[in-house]
């Protein structure tokens, strides 16, 4: 059973950069079935999905952070992690962790299993 | 970008009652669609994938259906775990898109 745990700083200032790193046991993340992403929840509010990378090195991001994220792989160490840059109030959120099955024409093998999540608050 | 409506926003039900929840795509996006379970505090997890594929170890209460645009979520007996809100999300495109959410709370 492959399971994911977040890990990083819980407090933030804003305009400096958010860093969270994602822990992957019971399974490789080299595997081509998966992607890898993040995504978020401000409290009260739903679900936004940040990014996600896939092993090839390919990336995906949503136009609306683009500019601020970066994820990254790092396979020696079985983890992924999230960087974003000159963070606001706007940021505060619980941030999860997740792997997407892999999606060919006509399906995707999975949905998101996700970590459980870590609360970052963006404050001074 | 898809968007993703649901209906209704809430719901109150009783144990044993079955359940619907409806999901809308902005556009056809074949059956690309997913659904979460989120209890409170908790991480969402998924319950369906491929509009209708149940995830192993999901209990065979849950049902989706659908296809194109309109999607349903079906829970046929609710049971006492199952007060929580759900998540429709979309995984034809980029950037992935979830729905605004569906609270089930007990009558």
């Known amino acids: 059973q492959v399971q994911l745990q977040e890990s990083g700083p819980g407090l933030v200032k804003p305009s400096q950069a958010l860093s969270l790193t994602c822990t992957v046991s019971g399974g490789s993340i080299s595997t081509t079935s998966n992607y890898w992403s993040w995504l978020r929840q401000p409290a009260g509010k739903g679900l936004e999905w940040i990014g996600r990378?896939?092993?090839?090195?390919?990336?995906n991001y949503n136009a609306s952070l683009k500019s601020r994220v970066t994820i990254s792989l790092d396979t020696s160490k079985n983890q992924f992690s999230l960087k974003l840059n000159s963070v606001t109030a706007a940021d505060t959120a619980v941030y999860y962790c997740a792997r997407e099955g892999f999606c060919g024409r006509t399906s995707c093998s999975s949905g998101h299993h996700w970590g459980q999540g870590t609360l970052v608050t963006v404050s001074s | 970008d898809i968007q993703m409506t649901q209906s209704p926003s809430s719901l109150s039900a009783s144990v044993g009652d079955r359940v619907t929840i409806t999901c809308r795509a902005s556009?056809?996006?074949?059956?690309?669609l997913n659904w979460y379970r989120q209890k409170p505090g908790k991480a969402p997890e998924l319950l369906i994938y491929g509009a209708s594929s149940l995830q192993s170890g999901v209990p065979s209460r849950f049902r989706g259906s659908g296809s194109e645009t309109d999607f349903t979520l079906t829970i046929s007996s609710l049971q006492p775990e199952d007060f929580a809100t759900y998540y429709c999300?979309?995984?034809?495109?980029?950037?992935?898109?979830f729905g605004p959410g569906t609270k089930v709370d007990i009558k």
């Open positions: 999300q979309q995984s034809y495109s980029l950037p992935r898109t």
């Open positions: 990378m896939y092993i090839s090195g390919s990336t």
């Open positions: 556009q056809s996006i074949n059956n690309f």
